[in-house]
């Protein structure tokens, strides 16, 4: 029982739930939103978005996978959850995000009606990325809109007069650069023992991005670029509203800020630099940067919301996964495969 236990906690991604599930947050308060319950309903919305995304996408790649001695563990893989159960836990988070959306949130005013179409759009894309997304290059950049469209959407659904503003759009920009290359630089590097094997289409295989016998890991410096174009670009970003909007920033808070940003920059140079396919090193650099680069909209946000909620949404994600990581089996630090 405990085991079974585990792998569906496995298969929901449950560790990472705290920060992946948090775009439609940044979106509600990017437009003054700073209610609890209002929060923690699309923060709700958005673990359905998460689980459903993840979910479906272990059902598409699971012949895939099979290929990979690395992700012998998956539940889907092993057979312990049948693809059955897998889209059926796919449905339940559709009809959780509605019911919530319909129940808590509707209202009568062009607003609802955007971030509904939004939200549906958000489905649409990440749908096509899973079944389809391995099959033709730049499938990535579906993904990356997908999730950032849960910042609107969280912008949206819950605006009672007005509209979004820079900030939310600062935000949307941000979390497309992040999955963007979370999916195409760090999932395709990741990935890159075993993809090949079934005929898989992405950016690292078409850039060249290969692994020899003995386990050297060539990444050409195209990739690279790339990659480290998308980080350098999400780092000017995040001094927008310091640049160009009418808000006060300390000087500790800049200093922070470019402390943060040099580190998930460091982390990043030090994963495309890896010369050696460790999937071990490999899980440890994608969680060090993840954390580092989940407290980067909060530091941003800090005359917006204040310290004490800053802190709040930095450590959020990390208490989550410190949480409940230990419970489904797994070690600390060690992301899920």
């Given amino acids: 029982m405990r085991n079974i236990i585990f792998d569906y906690a496995r298969l929901l991604r449950l560790p990472g739930l705290g920060g992946l599930s948090i775009a439609p947050v940044f979106g509600a308060i990017s437009v003054g939103v700073y209610d609890i319950k209002t929060l923690l309903l699309v923060f709700l919305i958005g673990a359905f978005s998460a689980i459903y995304g993840f979910v479906l996408n272990d059902y598409a790649d699971v012949e895939v996978d099979k290929l990979s001695k690395d992700l012998t563990n998956r539940p889907l893989v092993k057979g312990t959850i049948s693809k059955n159960i897998a889209l059926l836990i796919c449905a339940i988070c559709v009809i959780g995000a509605f019911t919530i959306i319909f129940v808590f949130f509707y209202k009568n005013q ?192 800090i005359p917006f919301i204040g310290l004490i909620s800053t802190i709040i949404l930095m450590v959020f994600p990390f208490i989550w996964y410190v949480t409940f990581t230990p419970l489904i089996g797994e070690k600390l630090f060690q992301p899920v495969a």
């Fill in 110 to 301: 062009p607003s609802f009606y955007l971030g509904v179409l939004i939200i549906l759009l958000t489905a649409a894309l990440g749908s096509i990325y899973d079944l389809f997304g391995k099959k033709f290059v730049g499938s990535d950049f579906l993904v990356a809109l997908s999730e950032a469209l849960l910042v609107l959407f969280g912008a949206f659904i819950v605006l009672e007069n007005g509209t979004i503003n820079i900030i939310t759009w600062i935000i949307f920009i941000l979390t497309f650069n992040q999955l963007l290359y979370m999916n195409a630089v760090v999932g395709g590097l990741k990935d890159v023992d075993h993809d090949y094997l079934k005929g898989v289409k992405n950016i690292a295989l078409t850039s060249g991005v290969k692994v020899t016998k003995d386990k050297t890991l060539f990444v050409p410096l195209s990739f690279k670029v790339f990659g480290l174009s998308i980080r350098v670009f999400s780092a000017i970003i995040l001094f927008f509203p310091l640049l160009f909007y009418n808000v006060h920033y300390e000087i500790w808070q800049i200093l922070l800020l470019v402390f943060f940003v040099l580190g998930v920059l460091l982390l990043s140079v030090r994963f495309l630099s890896l010369k050696k396919f460790d999937r071990s090193r490999i899980r440890k650099l994608i969680m060090s940067q993840a954390l580092l680069r989940y407290s980067l909209v909060p530091l941003m946000l």
